[in-house]
Nanobody, 127 residues
Framework: EVQLVESGGGLVQYGGSLRLSCAAS????????MGWFRQSPGKERELIAA????????YYADSVKGRFTISKDNTMNTVYLQMDSLKPEDTSMYHC????????????????????WGQGNQVTVSS
């Protein structure tokens, strides 16, 4: 059974940092790209970062570029999202997700390309 379990969220002040972790199991983690999404009440789910199955290439949404870093540890079956310089507008529920197809040549950026989801982890940034 595919499982994705996020951790590391919480409350942080403006300008602070958090690191989210997503522990994966039930599939060959090293063969799948992973992504981090966020969704706030009343808004659509947004892809903010993704990383190729091998970890050699990444994608970032403009809203987080330069502040967030995605990384993938294929030995630990874990994907991370380091979030720095946090802003109140980063407040959201954050989910990790796995791409539907293994070993895609390029990182996919459409929500439809991701087929497995974690339960989500709340991040709140106070001003």
């Amino acid at each position: 059974e595919v499982q994705l379990v996020e951790s590391g969220g919480g409350l942080v002040q403006y300008g602070g940092s958090l690191r989210l972790s997503c522990a994966a199991s039930g599939f060959p983690f090293s063969e799948f790209a992973m992504g981090w999404f966020r969704q706030s009440p009343g808004k659509e789910r947004e892809l903010i970062a993704a990383i190729k199955w091998s970890g050699v290439s990444t994608y970032y949404a403009d809203s987080v570029k330069g502040r967030f870093t995605i990384s993938k540890d294929n030995t630990m079956n874990t994907v991370y999202l380091q979030m720095d310089s946090l802003k109140p507008e980063d407040t959201s529920m954050y989910h990790c997700a796995r791409e539907r197809q293994r070993r895609r040549y390029v990182v996919q950026t459409s929500i439809g390309d991701f087929g497995r989801w974690g339960q989500g982890n709340q991040v709140t940034v106070s001003s």
